[in-house]
């Protein structure tokens, strides 16, 4: 393990250790701290956040695009301080800290038992989402996760998460797709963060006027084994408690191959996304290059 990496391992570690002991107010405090700061030095990350917002907003001002990011910094250490501070949280306090729209998609769904998808793009807090679910709906599910150096700060990631009563696959290695679908014909539960392909080799779509791509794995999960397909958007407000909408079941095109329905159904999700992340860019914590006009293709998405 390299240096950097230990002191990546050893940060997060922190975070879980000492965030969740503080009064809430000084961690609030804590996390807008940070954003300010981090907001200020303009590194990699936030320059790439206010470009994608320029996408996202194309007729914003350099000035509003800057007001933008800070909220955007803000939001996403918002997440952090959040997630942190998780697994401290009693039942009560986690069935109270959502409150999503239209959340009969998802029971309706569960409750006739063909399993469903729940696919999000990355704003506000998934991790949230999901212990809302499983602590509100009782409903354990399956997620994928992406392999993080160091290895121990990936075990971190697990353990936190199955810890919040999630069932996590490793993104690489092959067996995630199958054992997915056997959840899902079992009626379960699968939910994945889907708007930023990892393999390079999804699925491309017209998002915010130019193309980017996205997984592949939602639409295929749904035609494969019948399950439903829900969109899920998520948005902070001025209060403690996060917002979310669950969008209209995606259908699966009656004809076609099965490279076309999946171009369409990813495609329906992308739209979904985007008027999510329309309605509230901020905080949409996309601190990447995910447009393939912005890819180096000689080394993939970074």
Not at 13 to 39: C, M, N, Q
Not at 260 to 285: C, N, R, Y
Request: proline share 7%; net charge neutral.
């Amino acid at each position: 393990m390299s240096a950097q990496e230990r002191l990546t391992d050893a940060l997060y570690g922190l975070g879980w250790s000492t965030v969740k002991k503080l009064p809430e107010p000084v961690a609030v405090r804590l996390g807008r701290a940070i954003a300010d700061l981090a907001w200020k030095q303009r590194g990699k990350g936030v320059r790439r956040l206010e470009s994608n917002y320029a996408r996202v907003v194309p007729d914003a001002s350099p000035e509003r695009l800057a007001e933008l990011s800070r909220a955007g910094m803000r939001s996403y250490l918002r997440y952090w301080m959040e997630s942190f501070r998780l697994p401290a949280w009693s039942a009560e306090r986690v069935k109270g800290a959502f409150d999503p729209k239209d959340i009969h998609y998802l029971t309706d769904g569960l409750a006739a038992g063909n399993g469903v998808v729940l696919a999000l793009p990355h704003l506000a807090n998934w991790d949230l989402a999901g212990a809302w679910v499983t602590t509100k709906l009782q409903t354990p599910f399956t997620t994928v996760a992406e392999r993080l150096r160091p290895e121990s700060l990936y075990d971190r990631f697990v353990a936190y998460r199955e810890g919040l009563g999630m069932e996590v696959l490793p993104h690489s290695g092959g067996t995630a797709f199958g054992t997915l679908a056997r959840r899902l014909r079992d009626g379960g539960l699968v939910c994945l963060v889907a708007d930023r392909d990892l393999s390079a080799s999804g699925v491309e779509v017209e998002f915010f006027g130019d193309t980017a791509r996205m997984p592949a794995g939602p639409a295929l999960l749904a035609q494969q084994t019948g399950a439903m397909l829900l969109p899920v958007t998520l948005w902070y407000d001025d209060s403690p408690v996060m917002r979310g909408r669950v969008h209209p079941p995606i259908e699966v095109p009656e004809t076609g191959t099965r490279a076309e329905k999946t171009s369409v159904m990813t495609q329906a999700l992308a739209d979904a996304f985007a008027s999510g992340i329309a309605e509230h860019p901020e905080d949409w914590h996309m601190l990447q290059r995910l447009w393939l006009a912005d890819l180096d293709p000689t080394k993939g998405p970074s």
